[in-house]
């Protein structure tokens, strides 16, 4: 594979440092360029994380002299120096997707893991176990940007990315309804707890705007591509509360699922799907593809975020307590971790696959 230089927009963000460790040491991606607000920009990236460096493992030694450039102010500098970016910026939705477009526009392909774009029609959103088919849109937004390479790209929301997983290879015995509880890590918000102290002892029931993503973004998932946009599929029915829980790392979901009368798999039948399913990544061999995507523990108390978060690097996702349920027709508990494969690891592996397909020639 060719080697492709990148940037990381957001780099000195919690998603951010993700990204930096993911691709310190990245086997086809080089960063050569690290941007932030104008707050840092002019700084070492060192200097400019500072204390809000969350991560266990230190600043990659690469990464730490180089100067950290403004991610609104030099987009046409950033945009002559990579081959694409990595965007994961904390600002208002419109501005976000203003940005996104502004890279696109300079011939610089977007890898984002921001929810502006993710409804944006001809804007793949994508799993890449689940749909990757939907890169396939891009030739058709390159035409309304008016670009030869620019694109945006995007993963879908964090919450969702433990039970989607979980729910797709039962998809073909008819889903019918879906109901799912989160209980979502402190990371999710960018907060450790030093800068979340209310969190400890604490239950936090909302998430602004989680549950809609959790309850629209897997039919996005699930859509087709029709002429010149990705349309929804209109099934299976999802509802979704979604808890902030004392948790550092890792997102779990309390899953209910029913299937259309007379379409229930049987137990076995769903531990074998879960253990068969292996996607694109996995054939391409991509190398932040885990090698089994969905791992069913047996113990009644697995999985847990603090024991199970990190399992295959925090690219696969953890399954559990399968049992029937009184009014859905089972239940079950996923876990996934929420900055690797439900952030920058996602969005490492979208550009995997975008890069094995020939988006960033
Ligand atoms: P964060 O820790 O608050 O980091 C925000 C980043 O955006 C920083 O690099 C910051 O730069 C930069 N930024 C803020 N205002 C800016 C501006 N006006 N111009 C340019 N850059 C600006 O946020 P985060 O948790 O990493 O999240 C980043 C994005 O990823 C958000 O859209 C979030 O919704 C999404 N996301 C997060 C997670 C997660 O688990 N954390 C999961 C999925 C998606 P300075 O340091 O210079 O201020």
């Given at each position: ?21 993911l691709?310190?040491d ?5 960063v ?9 920009a ?56 203003a ?21 944006t ?86 998430i ?104 295959e ?29 439900g ?9 995997e ?9």
């Amino acid at each position: 594979m060719k080697n492709f230089k990148v940037g990381i927009i957001g780099a000195t963000g919690m998603v951010g440092q993700r990204f930096s460790l993911l691709l310190a040491d990245h086997p086809w991606f080089d960063v050569v360029c690290l941007a932030a607000s104008p707050r840092s920009a002019g700084k070492r990236y060192e200097d400019a994380v500072g204390k809000k460096w969350a991560m266990t493992e230190p600043i990659p030694e690469k990464l730490k002299n180089i100067v950290v450039m403004d991610a609104t102010g030099d987009i046409e500098k950033i945009a002559s120096q990579v081959d694409f970016v990595f965007c994961a910026v904390d600002m208002p939705k419109a501005e976000i997707k203003a940005l996104e477009e502004a890279y696109a526009k300079a011939e610089c392909p977007v890898v984002s893991n921001n929810s502006a774009h993710r409804f944006t029609e001809d804007v793949p959103m994508v799993v890449p176990e689940i749909n990757p088919e939907h890169i396939e849109i891009i030739p058709s937004q390159r035409k309304r940007l008016g670009t030869k390479r620019g694109f945006v790209a995007v993963k879908s929301n964090c919450s969702l990315q433990s039970y989607v997983p979980a729910l797709h290879p039962l998809k073909k015995y008819g889903i019918e309804r879906v109901l799912v509880c989160t209980y979502q890590a402190i990371s999710g918000a960018g907060k450790t707890f030093e800068t979340m102290p209310e969190i400890l002892d604490n239950v936090i029931p909302y998430i602004g705007g989680e549950e809609e993503k959790s309850e629209q973004e897997p039919l996005k998932l699930w859509g087709k591509i029709e002429g010149d946009k990705i349309v929804s599929a209109t099934a299976p029915l999802f509802t979704a509360q979604c808890f902030r829980v004392p948790v550092s790392d890792g997102h779990t979901a309390a899953v209910f699922v029913k299937f259309k009368d007379g379409q229930k798999p049987s137990k076995e039948q769903i531990l074998e799907d879960w253990k068969n399913f292996s996607g694109v990544p996995q054939e391409l061999q991509l190398p932040h593809a885990p090698k089994q995507f969905v791992n069913y523990f047996e113990e009644d108390n697995r999985p847990q975020a603090k024991l199970d978060r990190n399992i295959e690097g925090g690219m696969a996702v953890c399954t559990g307590r399968l049992r029937d349920d009184n009014q859905y027709d089972y239940k079950f508990v996923c876990l996934s971790h929420n900055t690797l494969r439900g952030a920058a690891g996602g969005a490492v592996l979208l550009a995997e696959l975008l890069a094995a397909k020939g988006y960033f020639d």
